[in-house]
């Protein structure tokens, strides 16, 4: 269906939202770029010049960044394998005939709707509370000194939060998948002398594969830009402890006020989300085509 | 009245060309069936009739008026799709009449349309059901019933009967054709199946890469083939083409001979053969021998005519039944 | 097709799924509890389960200390405000995209979606600056702007999959039938593509219902939303558990429920069609 009145219409109805989405991206992306080439701070206003690479140059000599490169990856590396293993032994278990399937599913999906500043102070205070914290209760009755959880593991129970966060989408996903996979073939498998284990690595795996990598580019994408959960329970401490990069930027330009340095961390943010997006696109591209 | 010209029409998507060159003239009241293997441009050319799709360059006249630039909704032709194409949201009663709605015809007249609609495709009871809830058979009626309350100018169809089973392809084959006689509104019918056009059809379009290979009756197609690749698409089993120093003896680069047009003898014929397969239907069986310095031909004969495989026949041509054809695959 | 089971095995997984399903629900289901004990007895250890003074005190101490309504409304605004500008833009576009495509429409649908994974901390400066300057700071409108803006790629996205997926042979018979293309719109497509429609209304509803990077960096109070509000509990002082659990119940609540019901959608939403 493509006449010559059809594709005149088309073009006007996309109008809008290529231009939205043109304007939402470039604008604010070049004010970046350009800030990030300026010494500005936001309390000497007027005080502007250009600086070249300096901002780079300082927000890659800052220690804080290193420290909070490496606790973005740490936290997005262990929330990734929690969920994703988790993920799969959940679906594979839920894709087990039981009594009461959907209401599980509901069990298990719903952290996915609770709101991340909810999340975050709940586990904080009612959980992880080192003395009336629900955590705190159970370790005493089974003999244990209570856990402070977020001076002695701060990084680890923010990845306890963001994980319970997203443990219920790869579930869901891995579930989804695993349920389009042909009854048949499970069936000639079985009839090929596949044990269990034979079964998972060899036509499982392989099958929800696909949707294995979707779920990980898509939590990194998310999980690179975790605050919310950072902002109400550690604020980024005990000192930089649990300071990821969305975080040390928003530090730098909301508290701070440097712009010009934040700017030059947003850019470098901004590549290191490229990367992952370039996989992703990909993915989802090939799909595009099927 | 339903007349329709195509002149020297053409359509090419992006760079690949569909149709080459076209020029058509479908009379009023004409059942016309466009027929041709799969990508040959059937279907385009039938979209560009309806509107659906732009032509490249040419000209497309209904009832002698150009509609080359006209909207699909302004020319007031129907079209009964190959997936039949129902709004799955509207019960059989909503589909036949929304070609009234949409002409905002007053309540009354679209009731006694859909009503008359229903009664001659047998839909009555099914009125107020989902397209969901009908069998193939039903819902393609509902769709033969959206198309006749418009009482278009002309019937477009395109390939309607391919996604039925044979018995019921058959059954709507006969309802079709009777349709046509009692509305005598032009139907312009695409098909892959020769069958489906040889009995349909009051004229025949043959279609191979964008081009017309031949236009005209049925019989004319059977008994006329105009070259090689019309003679082998119509007619079942295919004629059968022999090559070489046999066809030189009639004086022709090839010759061919239909399945029905060659006897079978215990002695020796003009070909003798070893018979391969038989295939027995009941009322004919078709003989499948290997012929020296002919390759595989088959014939078709009575039901009780019984060969075995292995056994040696001879095959004898009908006089004047053998069809010519030169270098190029045109008819002499 | 069914698998042969015994009916031990099934009790066994039953019993297994229950408990780890318990185990992750169970701070949702500790939240609710405590939303309805007095302040003394949500801290007490060991913690009480159900023999506790039920009350509703909680609930309605946030309503009528804490301008809890407001910031209800202003979830309720911005979510459901920039879902509806979000369809408006992008039913147009999809149906352009999925029902007229051409060589580039591929190459669009991917940019766009590139733009969602733009790291938000890389635009917060300029977007911030931007909105100072035009006073959107902690405004409804500001906010509505930011989340249609990020969820646009994602409501495109998801229109396209359930777009694609009506025939093109419908809407050409409509066109044939004398339809314009209005009518065509109007009669044929719309009432065809609403259930994705909706799903699409849904998902969005509840991600911009838990934006928290935007909505907490640009507001302050007048355009709060919930995340907002309940962020402004962890403030250190004092144990207000009962009153935080109720707080967080009602902001969860809805979208809870409205989660649970779009289960299928969300997964072709979030990610993008890649997964079914």
């Given at each position: 269906m493509a006449t010559a009145q059809t594709q005149t219409a088309a073009r006007f109805m996309m109008a809008p939202a290529v231009l939205l989405l043109l304007a939402w991206m470039i604008i604010p992306l070049s004010m970046t770029l350009y800030f990030s080439f300026q010494r500005y701070n936001l309390l000497m206003p007027g005080m502007e010049y250009f600086t070249g690479f300096d901002n780079y140059r300082y927000f890659f000599a800052n220690p804080n960044f290193w420290a909070a490169l490496t606790n973005t990856l740490v936290l997005v590396g262990g929330v990734l394998a929690i969920t994703l293993i988790g993920g799969t032994l959940l679906a594979l278990l839920l894709d087990q005939?039981?009594?009461?399937q959907g209401i599980v599913r509901l069990l298990v999906i719903?952290?996915?709707?609770?709101m991340p500043t909810v999340s975050a102070l709940v586990w904080k205070n009612m959980?992880?509370?080192?003395?009336?914290?629900f955590f705190a209760w159970l370790a005493r009755v089974f003999g244990f000194q209570p856990i402070d959880w977020f001076a002695q593991f701060p990084m680890f129970s923010i990845i306890m939060i963001v994980a319970w966060q997203w443990l219920p989408f790869a579930t869901l996903i891995l579930l989804t998948a695993l349920q389009s996979l042909d009854e048949e073939q499970r069936e000639a498998a079985g009839m090929d002398g596949a044990g269990p284990l034979s079964l998972f690595f060899y036509i499982i795996l392989p099958h929800i594969a696909r949707a294995l990598t979707v779920v990980m580019l898509i939590q990194t994408i998310f999980l690179l830009s975790i605050f919310a959960e950072i902002l109400v329970t550690t604020n980024g401490g005990?000192?930089?402890?649990?300071?990821?990069l969305t975080f040390l930027i928003y530090m730098q330009s909301l508290?701070?006020?440097d712009v010009g340095l934040a700017s030059a961390g947003g850019i470098v943010a901004v590549i290191l989300a490229n990367i992952v997006a370039i996989f992703l696109l990909r993915i989802v591209g090939k799909n595009l085509e099927a | 009245m339903g007349s329709i010209t195509l002149k020297n029409v053409k359509k090419s998507f992006g760079g690949v060309t569909v149709i080459p060159d076209i020029s058509l003239d479908i009379e009023d009241g004409q059942f016309v069936v466009f027929v041709?293997?799969?990508?040959?441009?059937k279907s385009t050319l039938l979209r560009l009739i309806a509107g659906l799709e732009d032509v490249s360059d040419g000209m497309i006249a209904i009832d002698g008026e150009?509609?080359?630039?006209?909207?699909p909704a302004q020319r007031k032709l129907s079209m009964v799709f190959q997936s039949y194409a129902?709004?799955?949201?509207?019960s059989v009663r909503g589909n036949i009449a929304f070609p009234l709605k949409m002409e905002k015809a007053p309540k009354e007249k679209i009731d006694a349309a859909v009503n008359n609609a229903a009664s001659i495709l047998n839909l009555t009871d099914y009125?107020?059901?989902?397209?969901?809830?009908?069998s193939g058979g039903q819902r393609q009626r509902v769709a033969i019933g959206r198309a006749i309350v418009r009482q278009p100018k002309a019937f477009l169809f395109d390939?309607?009967?391919?996604?039925?089973d044979a018995a019921l392809r058959v059954a709507m084959r006969l309802e079709i054709s009777e349709l046509h006689n009692k509305l005598k509104t032009t139907m312009v019918y695409v098909t892959h199946d020769q069958v489906e056009a040889m009995t349909m059809a009051d004229k025949i379009v043959v279609l191979n890469a964008g081009r017309i290979e031949q236009y005209g009756s049925p019989l004319e197609l059977y008994?006329?083939?105009?070259?090689k690749f019309v003679a082998g698409f119509i007619g079942s089993p295919k004629m059968n083409f022999v090559e070489g120093a046999e066809a030189q003896k009639h004086g022709a680069h090839s010759i061919g001979v239909r399945p029905e047009h060659l006897t079978v003898s215990r002695g020796p014929g003009t070909w003798s053969g070893v018979v391969k397969v038989s295939e027995h239907l009941g009322s004919d069986t078709f003989l499948h021998v290997d012929v020296e310095g002919a390759g595989t031909m088959t014939t078709r004969t009575s039901g009780d005519v019984a060969f075995k495989h292995g056994e040696t026949v001879g095959l004898t041509p009908v006089e004047g039944r053998v069809y010519r054809f030169d270098a190029q695959g045109m008819a002499v | 097709m069914a698998r042969a089971i015994s009916t031990r095995r099934k009790i066994g997984f039953t019993i297994l799924a229950w408990g780890i399903g318990l185990v992750i629900f169970f701070p949702i289901l500790w939240t609710f509890l405590t939303s309805f004990k007095p302040e003394g007895q949500a801290i007490a250890i060991p913690p009480r389960f159900f023999d506790f003074d039920w009350t509703l005190a909680n609930y309605e101490t946030v309503q009528s200390r804490s301008n809890y309504f407001r910031h209800f409304s202003n979830s309720v605004i911005s979510a459901v405000g920039s879902t509806l500008l979000g369809l408006l833009i992008a039913i147009p576009a999809a149906w352009a995209m999925a029902?007229?495509?051409?060589?580039?429409t591929k190459d669009v649908l991917m940019w766009m979606l590139s733009t969602k994974m733009l790291p938000a901390v890389g635009v917060l400066v300029p977007i911030y600056l931007i909105f100072r300057d035009l006073r959107l700071l902690d405004t409804h409108l500001g906010i509505i702007v930011v989340l249609t803006m990020i969820n646009l790629p994602i409501i495109i996205w998801m229109l396209f999959t359930y777009f694609k997926e009506i025939p093109v042979d419908i809407l050409e018979a409509a066109r044939m039938d004398g339809a314009s293309l209005r009518q065509e719109v109007v009669h044929v497509l719309t009432p065809m593509a609403v259930p994705g429609i909706a799903s699409t209304l849904l998902l969005n509803i509840i991600l911009a219902w838990n934006e928290a990077f935007w909505t907490l960096n640009l507001?302050?109070?007048?355009?709060?939303?919930l995340t907002a509000f309940i962020a402004s509990?962890?403030?250190?002082?004092?144990?207000?558990w009962a009153k935080l659990s109720a707080a967080s119940m009602m902001a969860i609540a809805p979208i809870l429920i409205m989660g649970w019901f779009s289960q299928k959608q969300l997964v072709r939403g979030l990610t993008f069609g890649a997964v079914k």
């Amino acid at each position: 269906m493509a006449t010559a009145q059809t594709q005149t219409a088309a073009r006007f109805m996309m109008a809008p939202a290529v231009l939205l989405l043109l304007a939402w991206m470039i604008i604010p992306l070049s004010m970046t770029l350009y800030f990030s080439f300026q010494r500005y701070n936001l309390l000497m206003p007027g005080m502007e010049y250009f600086t070249g690479f300096d901002n780079y140059r300082y927000f890659f000599a800052n220690p804080n960044f290193w420290a909070a490169l490496t606790n973005t990856l740490v936290l997005v590396g262990g929330v990734l394998a929690i969920t994703l293993i988790g993920g799969t032994l959940l679906a594979l278990l839920l894709d087990q005939p039981m009594f009461g399937q959907g209401i599980v599913r509901l069990l298990v999906i719903a952290p996915f709707f609770v709101m991340p500043t909810v999340s975050a102070l709940v586990w904080k205070n009612m959980l992880m509370h080192p003395v009336n914290g629900f955590f705190a209760w159970l370790a005493r009755v089974f003999g244990f000194q209570p856990i402070d959880w977020f001076a002695q593991f701060p990084m680890f129970s923010i990845i306890m939060i963001v994980a319970w966060q997203w443990l219920p989408f790869a579930t869901l996903i891995l579930l989804t998948a695993l349920q389009s996979l042909d009854e048949e073939q499970r069936e000639a498998a079985g009839m090929d002398g596949a044990g269990p284990l034979s079964l998972f690595f060899y036509i499982i795996l392989p099958h929800i594969a696909r949707a294995l990598t979707v779920v990980m580019l898509i939590q990194t994408i998310f999980l690179l830009s975790i605050f919310a959960e950072i902002l109400v329970t550690t604020n980024g401490g005990p000192g930089v402890a649990t300071t990821n990069l969305t975080f040390l930027i928003y530090m730098q330009s909301l508290l701070q006020f440097d712009v010009g340095l934040a700017s030059a961390g947003g850019i470098v943010a901004v590549i290191l989300a490229n990367i992952v997006a370039i996989f992703l696109l990909r993915i989802v591209g090939k799909n595009l085509e099927a | 009245m339903g007349s329709i010209t195509l002149k020297n029409v053409k359509k090419s998507f992006g760079g690949v060309t569909v149709i080459p060159d076209i020029s058509l003239d479908i009379e009023d009241g004409q059942f016309v069936v466009f027929v041709g293997p799969s990508g040959c441009g059937k279907s385009t050319l039938l979209r560009l009739i309806a509107g659906l799709e732009d032509v490249s360059d040419g000209m497309i006249a209904i009832d002698g008026e150009d509609m080359t630039k006209t909207a699909p909704a302004q020319r007031k032709l129907s079209m009964v799709f190959q997936s039949y194409a129902l709004y799955p949201h509207m019960s059989v009663r909503g589909n036949i009449a929304f070609p009234l709605k949409m002409e905002k015809a007053p309540k009354e007249k679209i009731d006694a349309a859909v009503n008359n609609a229903a009664s001659i495709l047998n839909l009555t009871d099914y009125l107020d059901r989902k397209p969901r809830q009908l069998s193939g058979g039903q819902r393609q009626r509902v769709a033969i019933g959206r198309a006749i309350v418009r009482q278009p100018k002309a019937f477009l169809f395109d390939e309607p009967l391919s996604n039925l089973d044979a018995a019921l392809r058959v059954a709507m084959r006969l309802e079709i054709s009777e349709l046509h006689n009692k509305l005598k509104t032009t139907m312009v019918y695409v098909t892959h199946d020769q069958v489906e056009a040889m009995t349909m059809a009051d004229k025949i379009v043959v279609l191979n890469a964008g081009r017309i290979e031949q236009y005209g009756s049925p019989l004319e197609l059977y008994q006329r083939p105009a070259n090689k690749f019309v003679a082998g698409f119509i007619g079942s089993p295919k004629m059968n083409f022999v090559e070489g120093a046999e066809a030189q003896k009639h004086g022709a680069h090839s010759i061919g001979v239909r399945p029905e047009h060659l006897t079978v003898s215990r002695g020796p014929g003009t070909w003798s053969g070893v018979v391969k397969v038989s295939e027995h239907l009941g009322s004919d069986t078709f003989l499948h021998v290997d012929v020296e310095g002919a390759g595989t031909m088959t014939t078709r004969t009575s039901g009780d005519v019984a060969f075995k495989h292995g056994e040696t026949v001879g095959l004898t041509p009908v006089e004047g039944r053998v069809y010519r054809f030169d270098a190029q695959g045109m008819a002499v | 097709m069914a698998r042969a089971i015994s009916t031990r095995r099934k009790i066994g997984f039953t019993i297994l799924a229950w408990g780890i399903g318990l185990v992750i629900f169970f701070p949702i289901l500790w939240t609710f509890l405590t939303s309805f004990k007095p302040e003394g007895q949500a801290i007490a250890i060991p913690p009480r389960f159900f023999d506790f003074d039920w009350t509703l005190a909680n609930y309605e101490t946030v309503q009528s200390r804490s301008n809890y309504f407001r910031h209800f409304s202003n979830s309720v605004i911005s979510a459901v405000g920039s879902t509806l500008l979000g369809l408006l833009i992008a039913i147009p576009a999809a149906w352009a995209m999925a029902f007229s495509p051409t060589k580039r429409t591929k190459d669009v649908l991917m940019w766009m979606l590139s733009t969602k994974m733009l790291p938000a901390v890389g635009v917060l400066v300029p977007i911030y600056l931007i909105f100072r300057d035009l006073r959107l700071l902690d405004t409804h409108l500001g906010i509505i702007v930011v989340l249609t803006m990020i969820n646009l790629p994602i409501i495109i996205w998801m229109l396209f999959t359930y777009f694609k997926e009506i025939p093109v042979d419908i809407l050409e018979a409509a066109r044939m039938d004398g339809a314009s293309l209005r009518q065509e719109v109007v009669h044929v497509l719309t009432p065809m593509a609403v259930p994705g429609i909706a799903s699409t209304l849904l998902l969005n509803i509840i991600l911009a219902w838990n934006e928290a990077f935007w909505t907490l960096n640009l507001t302050t109070t007048n355009a709060a939303p919930l995340t907002a509000f309940i962020a402004s509990y962890s403030s250190p002082e004092g144990l207000f558990w009962a009153k935080l659990s109720a707080a967080s119940m009602m902001a969860i609540a809805p979208i809870l429920i409205m989660g649970w019901f779009s289960q299928k959608q969300l997964v072709r939403g979030l990610t993008f069609g890649a997964v079914k």
